[in-house]
């Protein structure tokens, strides 16, 4: 398993603007809005800071949540009342939607059970913005995935408790591409610490007929997301607490499963060693002769940080291709990363307090090295490839 620089590699040594949160603060996430970025901080403040693009200022301090932000992300809808909202969830039990004009929630939903708040770790807007649910940590027995209609967010419109059985780490509607994609329905999917990725039909209300597919990793995932081929179909990607990464079909059946800490170079004139997995991009065009369009950001404990892709799972022999390193930013572990590609940048957050802005062009289209897929290959997501991988513990500062 190899992992080779792309013929357009890029290397950048400095953020071309720079800031720092309050009070030595994390930065935990990143959302793009219209005209500003958001970034979540860390306890004690959980706040959110509000950053002009063109100047990277904080206009505006957001009072977050009573404890741990979990979830940050701006989304196109909701409810057809708010465009470009941002979206946050915490462990004080609480989906808020924010109007950063006025510094005010807009729409506030709270998980809570026989009177007791239950600690959200994960939520998503649908893509007709008339649906948000929230995944909740493990209260007892039950970890629950909560539904709203944001029309009538007093009370959830239903709780499905029997999806997963352990904290409920990532949430994502399915967003199509495209309107030639065919229709997948309200799909959502969910992954947890109890090893399983599912999806589900966050219409039906019985639970037992809304799943759809179920896959299990046997791993606590971390992270989870969705990728599409060129044709705009879906597939899933999970990661784990122990640094392992997969890919999985549309049915959730495992494609990969690697450590991403495995690929890596070493050379006299360029050395690149991945120590964690920061997140995932769903690029806009999928990057060279790609025929997917997940892209890696992977993170070292000196604080530097790569974007990294694939050009096809369905061959295990593929390499991986490095595009392009950001260092000297950050020192120690680099916490969130969002690449802003309608502005040709990438936001970078961490452990350090900085937030960074670099330099992030679309790669060039060149032909990738390895093997490239021609007509006659079989789909990506039709490679049924499971590796027994040994679990390393994480190894972040």
């Known amino acids: 398993m190899s992992l080779v620089d792309a013929p357009a590699y890029k290397a950048s040594s400095s953020p071309i603007r720079s800031t720092a949160l309050p009070g030595g603060a994390y930065v935990l996430s990143i959302a793009s809005l219209p005209s500003y970025y958001a970034a979540s901080a860390s306890a004690p403040s959980n706040a959110i800071h509000v950053f002009d693009k063109a100047r990277l ?3 505006q301090t957001l009072p977050g949540h009573e404890s741990s932000i979990t979830t940050l992300r701006s989304v196109p809808n909701v409810a057809n009342a708010v465009a470009h909202a941002l979206l946050s969830s915490g462990k004080d039990g609480a989906v808020k939607v924010w109007d950063e004009r006025s510094g005010s929630v807009a729409l506030r939903m709270t998980a809570s059970s026989a009177g007791t708040v239950r600690g ?4 998503d807007v649908s893509a007709d913005g008339l649906t948000i649910a929230a995944g909740t940590e493990l209260q007892g027995d039950d970890a629950s995935i909560l539904y709203w209609d944001p029309r009538s967010p007093a009370a ?11 904290d409920i780490t990532a949430l994502h509607f399915y967003r199509p591409a495209s309107s030639t994609v065919p229709n997948t329905g309200n799909l959502l999917l969910s992954a947890s610490s109890d090893g399983l990725v599912c999806t589900s039909n966050a219409d039906e209300a019985d639970e037992d007929e809304a799943g759809v597919h179920v896959g299990n990793w046997g791993c606590s995932i971390a992270q989870a997301g969705w990728l599409r081929d060129r044709e705009g179909r879906p597939a899933a990607w999970a990661s784990s607490d122990m640094e392992t990464f997969s890919v999985w079909t549309t049915e959730l059946d495992r494609i990969q499963d690697v450590d991403i800490r ?19 991009h769903n690029a806009s065009n999928p990057i060279g002769d790609a025929d997917n369009d997940l892209c890696l950001f992977a993170g070292s404990n000196e604080g530097d940080i790569s974007l990294i892709t694939r050009p096809t799972y369905s061959d295990p022999s593929a390499p991986w291709l490095l595009q392009h390193t950001w260092s000297t930013g950050h020192t120690g572990v680099v916490r ?7 502005n040709n940048v990438l936001l970078t957050g961490g452990e350090d307090s900085k937030l960074n802005v670099w330099v992030a062009q679309q790669p060039a289209t060149v032909m990738s090295p390895g093997k490239i897929k021609r007509e006659n290959d079989s789909d990506p997501m039709d490679v049924d490839e499971d590796r027994d991988i040994s679990a390393r513990k994480r190894r972040r500062a």
């Open 262 to 280: 495995q690929p890596s170079v070493h050379r006299q004139d360029l050395t690149w060693v991945t120590d964690y997995l920061i997140g995932c």
């Open 57 to 59: 200022q904080n206009v």
């Open 120 to 123: 959200l770790l994960s939520c």
């Open 336 to 342: 969130a990363a969002l690449w802003d590609e309608r």
């Open 156 to 166: 959830p419109l239903r709780v499905h408790s029997s999806t997963h059985s352990d």
